[in-house]
């Protein structure tokens, strides 16, 4: 199939550039757009055969449900079977914003939406180009990330072509997103209000407005036995194609150790690439060195992560360095997808 690309900025939103891809998706075909974390790839969460051609265009698992975009919290209410008091406050704090809420579902939400669960994963975006696209279609849009099925999630519609186009039938293109990392997802539908994947709204926050709010044991590094409570964070997942490592310690050693690390591999033959950060990047002497941002400016790191992840499997490098991100307030998210990269090779200096 032949894939439309339509332009639209984030400033100005055409409504009328909009009609094509709400035609394309009450006909149940599937339309990729920038949401404020990364683009998604649409189609209708209430037809179980629009998100049948979710899974078939991403290859991804059937067991790993899918995200539904709403417009307004009315159309919670109208597929969710109770509407927990946590939900409603977290709705008054971020949404629209970057936090999928999960809470039981009720007879409207087709199993293939979620992955043959009770339950539903339920966000309300930001992103103006999302918002109009879901306001006047009034279509709940069931959206996963609008990548194939193992690679960094997109960032930008250059992404979302490079693995998708032939594949769906529109990409609303507009530029490039603002986090960059995926969504905080938050489990309301047991007792205790439990992050799944972490993201850019954080424990804390969470914390401050529901009083509490805990971990998925499942995430910890340390008890890696334990499953993961979200299907999709058992996943391996966003691996470049070379091998990653991630060095974390004392800067000063960290560095020293990229560059042992980085020069014997070259030597070696190896293609190295290295992710140093703008206050690092001059000191070091082997191999590409990518800039990934600002320590300063943690967003600029979640910003960029998974660009880099991509130009690394463009350049072809075999072995590359990253230095670790456990920055105050993202730190969490960023690491958790950086560790999942790496395939968890950590090397402590
Ligand atoms: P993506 O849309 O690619 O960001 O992935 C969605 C994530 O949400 C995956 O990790 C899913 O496993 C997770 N998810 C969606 N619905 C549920 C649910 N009902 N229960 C637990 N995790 C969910
Ligand atoms: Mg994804």
């Known amino acids: 199939m032949e894939t439309i690309r339509i332009d639209m900025t984030e400033e100005k939103v055409d409504h009328q550039k909009l009609e094509a891809p709400i035609e394309i998706l009450k006909k149940g075909g599937l339309v990729a757009f920038p949401t404020e974390t990364v683009y998604g790839l649409g189609g209708d ?16 698992p059937s067991d790993n449900p899918l995200i539904v975009h709403i417009a307004d ?20 704090a971020f949404w629209p914003g970057p936090l999928t809420m999960i809470v039981k579902k009720n ?60 594949k769906i039938d529109c990409i609303i293109d507009g530029g490039t997103v603002d986090i960059g990392l995926e969504s905080t997802i938050v489990d309301l539908s047991e007792d205790v209000p439990t992050i799944l994947r972490p993201g850019y709204i954080n424990q804390e926050m969470i914390r401050e407005v529901l009083g509490e709010c805990i971990m998925d044991p499942g995430l910890s590094e340390e008890n890696k036995k334990v499953r993961p409570k979200a299907p999709g964070m058992r996943y391996k997942h966003y691996a470049p194609k070379g091998e990653l490592y991630i060095v974390e310690g004392d800067m000063d050693k960290v560095i020293d150790k990229i560059n042992e690390l980085a020069k014997e591999a070259s030597e070696s ?37 998974y660009g880099i ?34 395939g968890h090779k950590v090397i402590e200096v």
């Open 309 to 342: 992840l991509r130009e690394f499997d463009e350049l072809g490098d075999t072995k590359m360095y990253t230095e670790a991100f456990s920055t105050p307030r993202i730190g969490q998210a960023i690491m958790n997808r950086l560790l999942k990269a790496a």
């Open 107 to 166: 007879d409207k939400v087709p199993y293939e939406t979620t992955g043959g669960l009770d339950t539903v994963a339920v966000r309300m975006p930001s992103h103006p180009v999302a918002r109009a696209l879901l306001q006047d279609s009034r279509v709940m849009i069931a959206a996963p990330s609008a990548n194939t099925s193992g690679r960094p999630s997109p960032t930008m519609a250059d992404h979302v072509w490079e693995d998708l186009h032939d």
């Open 269 to 305: 033959g190896e293609i190295v690439g290295i992710v140093a950060t703008e206050e690092t990047k001059d000191r070091y002497k082997y191999g590409r060195v990518l800039t990934i941002g600002s320590r300063e400016d943690e967003d600029s790191i979640a910003h960029n992560l």
């Open 45 to 60: 969460a209430l037809r179980a055969d629009a998100s049948k051609k979710i899974y078939a265009a991403k290859g991804r």
């Open 73 to 92: 919290f009315s159309q919670l209410e109208e597929i969710a079977s109770e509407v927990p008091e946590s939900a409603r406050k977290l709705n008054e």
